[in-house]
DNA sequence: CTGATCACG
DNA sequence: ACGTACGTGATCAGA
């Protein structure tokens, strides 16, 4: 294997690690111990990904250096080190010392200079180094051998940057990082540059004159303007600056390369350094990670597959590649992607090799789903499935991100095969243990196939009709934007919230209805309200609906069509309340209520010999309501088949449901909306366009007719505060912590949530059962018809037209029927030759 | 990379 | 006296 050298800012993370991670973090004797941790963290990451044979720690010294000698004010008016950090120094030596890691530091230097050095000399023999540091000055080192490892936010994230990317992210050359820095200059450093001038500026002289020298020779080419005076006035700084940013690789070094060789860590420094400053974390992570040494130690080439026979235990998807770990008698295989391909091997090969070995076996995978598209269609069938992905949002539904790397992060087990196997095994009991076993076992797993599928088959449009439809929107995006000019009485970025807001509010002069927290705010809201004052605002309105249309629904889409299909993906662990969500595109949020919706729904017909079968639940929500509420009235109405808002605005206004006009069934309907979200005077006032006052009078009266409601609102947020989370019907859980904030505002939005996700949660519940037993009916009669999309209350098929009557009959029988209220469910299906027309 | 806006349920 | 309806994703502008 080639040397590799890990060399290591060691200031730079430890400050990192010491800001990302509380100061509550203490050992046993109360000393501070976040950055320590911090560092750690990072390192054992690193190490793990980059596998050096080399590391070197560089720390900066306290004295003053060769670069305050030539600018008194270097790192001037700098935030003084806490001494919450300084205390850590030491203690960090210590712990590098006791793992085996070599650092260095030298008088009159800072850390970047020796890094510089090292990596200067490691070129030299021909050793691939990588600088790990947070620092961007230290990009300059970037060179044929030298890489820089940039930390990104917090410990966990990095980013390697190479000649390539830097020139890709910022479109300089290593070299010209000292120049970028001579001209905007960098505030951490108390480096000046030239005043006035920032990144962009200085990117784009850079990109014309190359150096500061080159700027300074042709600076009597610049226009005589103001960048010219600042350049003109700052041309000393320029230099000085430059000077300062500049890593001086010359120094003479006191230690050598062969000196921080590093042949693993010492495992028995490791227990003892975590002992010592109380790391429990690392010490569970150590003995997993002593397991999968001995795991690599066994590891065997492809060639050996055949040993496997029935020993197949566990399969992960990662990063596009696969890695197996397989066990027999206890004997490992991981084979890593990288390994594989520099030995020459093809992922479709190994994929034919290895997929019949899996088949019928137990596997545990992030992101099955995933998975079996990298594999292909029908590589994963017969076996036992569990997947650590959909596990863990199961288990907690709230976080941002659900790839391995954040799981495998929260659960504190190190990420490799082994720890995913651990993984899998702790989720099974969890699982158990709070009940959620139903929910992950017999809908999301099951599910997970049937949205392969959907994905799979795909959604087909008319690029030609899209494309038609792609220059009408502009012809007339284009009249628009004229008449605005004119209305204006200038040109401007019409799509500029900020520049339309200038010619609004000051140059029309008109009233500023709301603001935002950058602005003035100029949503459709506000121009409704504006509309009538000025002949301007209609045709704005439209440029608005236009380009939205244009650029999310036909260019967007348009842009994502594979041979006459666009392969949408489902979400399936994205929402906190048990929904799915759809990306690349999203057909979820496709138009249906505007005037020009059936244009862009016209662009999706039916593949050849199909029809297109749309079924939805008719006020899943409100009856979900009327069940959990157990409400008199509610129920009555959904028994009776009543039309739900007009018998709301009949209960509330005190007369017969056929004497309810329009308006008043509009304002009813409204409140219904209202009552699943987590009502409020306010919210109802704004959307009725009525007086607050008006709106809580309307409340008021509603829940003194529909008292099994109020009483279940009064019920869920009690029992919410007390146990921190809601349930759905099918036991799926949220935790909602917001309850217990001190902020008004806060726990008001958790209650609301409390309020909301039992009703939208079960709702998602029903659908997917309907769509296993739609998916699962489908297969079991042998039918060719489809599922394809579903949008949170509405399945989408693409029916055969031989099978269209039984399709439609299985569809509706299987969505009424998915789960028993006190209501029925009520679904309506609709056909057509385009999704336009399925509705 | 965040905020504003707007498409859907 | 607080600020304000639930859940999503895509695009654009502009720091």
Redesign the pocket.
């Known amino acids: 294997m080639a040397d590799k050298l890990l060399a290591i800012d060691g200031n730079s993370l430890v400050h990192r690690a010491y800001w990302a991670l509380p100061t509550t973090m203490m050992d046993k004797e109360k000393r501070h111990t976040n950055a320590v941790y911090g560092f750690f963290t990072m390192l054992f990451r690193i190490v793990e990904e980059y596998r050096p044979t080399h590391i070197a720690v560089a720390f900066d010294m306290k004295e003053k250096t060769f670069r305050h000698e030539a600018f008194a004010e270097y790192k001037a008016g700098r935030r003084k080190t806490p001494d919450e950090l300084n205390e850590q120094f030491p203690m960090l030596k210590d712990a590098l010392d006791m793992v085996g890691v070599r650092y260095t530091e030298q008088e009159s230097f800072e850390a970047d200079d020796i890094l510089g050095a090292l990596t200067k000399e490691a070129g030299r023999r021909k050793m691939e180094s990588y600088i790990f540091t947070g620092d961007r000055d230290e990009l300059q080192l970037i060179g044929e051998h030298v890489s820089v490892v940039l930390t ?1 936010k917090g410990v966990s994230e990095t980013k390697l940057m190479t000649r390539e990317t830097l020139m890709e992210d910022m479109g300089i050359t290593p070299g010209q990082v000292t120049d970028l820095k001579g001209l905007m200059g960098d505030a951490s450093d108390n480096i000046p540059g030239v005043a006035g001038v920032g990144e962009k500026t200085a990117l784009k002289l850079l990109g014309e004159y190359g150096t500061v020298e080159n700027l300074y020779e042709h600076i009597e080419e610049l226009p005589k303007n103001k960048l010219y005076e600042k350049l003109v006035n700052g041309k000393e700084s320029a230099f000085l600056s430059k000077q300062l940013a500049t890593i001086h690789c010359d120094m003479p070094l006191r230690a050598t390369l062969d000196d921080f060789a590093f042949g693993g860590f010492s495992m028995d420094g490791l227990r003892a350094m975590s002992e010592k400053y109380s790391f429990g974390s690392f010490l569970k992570r150590f003995s997993m990670e002593a397991e999968k040494k001995e795991v690599e130690v066994k590891a065997v080439g492809l060639n050996d597959l055949g040993i496997l026979e029935d020993a197949v235990e566990l399969a992960l998807y990662f990063k596009g590649g696969l890695h197996f770990a397989v066990d027999g008698e206890s004997e490992y295989l991981i084979p890593q992607k990288e390994t594989l391909l520099d030995e020459g091997y093809d992922l479709a090969d190994i994929l034919k090799t290895v997929m019949p070995l899996l088949a019928g076996k137990s596997i545990v995978a992030h992101d099955l789903k995933a998975m079996e598209h990298f594999c292909g269609d029908g590589r994963l069938t017969g076996g036992t499935y569990f997947d650590t992905m959909l596990a863990d949002w199961v288990l907690n539904p709230s976080y941002p991100k659900y790839d391995m790397e954040s799981v495998l992060a929260r659960s504190e087990l190190p990420a490799c095969a082994a720890g995913l196997f651990a993984l899998a095994q702790r989720q099974r009991g969890q699982l158990e243990e709070k009940e959620l076993d139903g929910v992950y076992y017999d809908i999301e797993l099951p599910l997970l196939k049937v949205l392969y599928g959907m994905e799979e088959t795909g959604v087909l449009v008319s690029d030609e009709e899209l494309k038609k439809l792609g220059e009408k929107y502009d012809a007339q995006i284009e009249e628009l934007t004229a008449r605005i000019y004119e209305l204006a009485g200038a040109e401007f ?1 019409i ?5 339309l807001a200038e010619v609004l509010f000051e140059k029309l002069g008109l009233p500023v209805v709301k603001k ?4 003035y ?7 409704e309200k504006l509309e009538g004052k000025h002949p301007i605002i209609p045709y704005i ?1 439209e440029y ?2 236009l ?3 244009k ?2 629904y036909v ?2 889409i348009r ?1 994502l069509i594979r041979d006459g299909m666009i392969h949408t993906t489902f ?1 399936q662990t ?4 048990g ?1 799915l ?6 057909l ?7 005037a020009m ?1 059936n244009d862009i729904r016209s662009a999706f017909p039916a593949p050849e010999g199909c029809t297109i079968v749309s079924a ?1 639940y008719s006020q899943i929500e409100l009856r979900i309501l009327a069940d959990i509420a157990d409400d008199g009235h509610l129920k009555d109405a959904f028994l009776k088949g009543q039309d739900i808002h007009a018998r709301t605005a009949a209960e509330v206004l005190d007369k017969d449901i056929e004497a309810v006009s329009k308006s008043e069934r509009a304002s009813a309907k ?2 219904n ?3 699943v ?8 006032a ?2 009725l366009g009525i007086t607050r006052k008006k709106a809580a009078d309307y409340i008021a009266r509603y829940f003194e007719e529909f008292r099994g409601v109020r009483a279940y609102m009064d019920e869920i947020i009690t029992r919410a505060h007390k146990d921190g989370f809601v349930r759905t019907l099918c036991g799926r859980i949220r935790y909602i912590p917001e309850l217990a904030s001190g902020n ?2 806060i726990r ?2 958790g209650e ?2 409390a309020l ?2 039992p009703i ?1 949660g079960s709702a998602a519940d029903i659908i997917k059962i309907a769509m296993n037993r739609v998916s699962d009916a489908l297969h079991k009669g042998n039918f060719e018809s489809k599922l394809v999309l579903q ?4 399945l989408i098929l693409y029916a055969k037209n031989d099978e269209l009557d039984q399709v439609k009959k299985l569809l509706a029988d299987c969505m009424e029927h998915a789960m028993k209220l006190s209501v029925p469910l009520a679904v309506n299906v609709a056909e057509g030759k385009t999704w336009a027309e399925a509705k």
């Open positions: 990104k970025n799509s500029s919230t900020k520049q935002t927290k950058t602005g705010s100029t949503d459709v809201e506000v121009l309105m608005r609906t380009t939205k249309l650029g999310t260019d967007g842009g979400l994205a929402t906190a309340t929904r969500s759809s990306v690349e595109p999203n979820q949020n496709i138009p249906i209520k505007s919706a939805d409204a409140v909306f209202g009552i979200y987590g009502i409020s005077d306010f919210g109802l704004r959307n008004y505002n008001s939005f609301r949530a909301n996700t939208q949008v949170h209350d509405e």
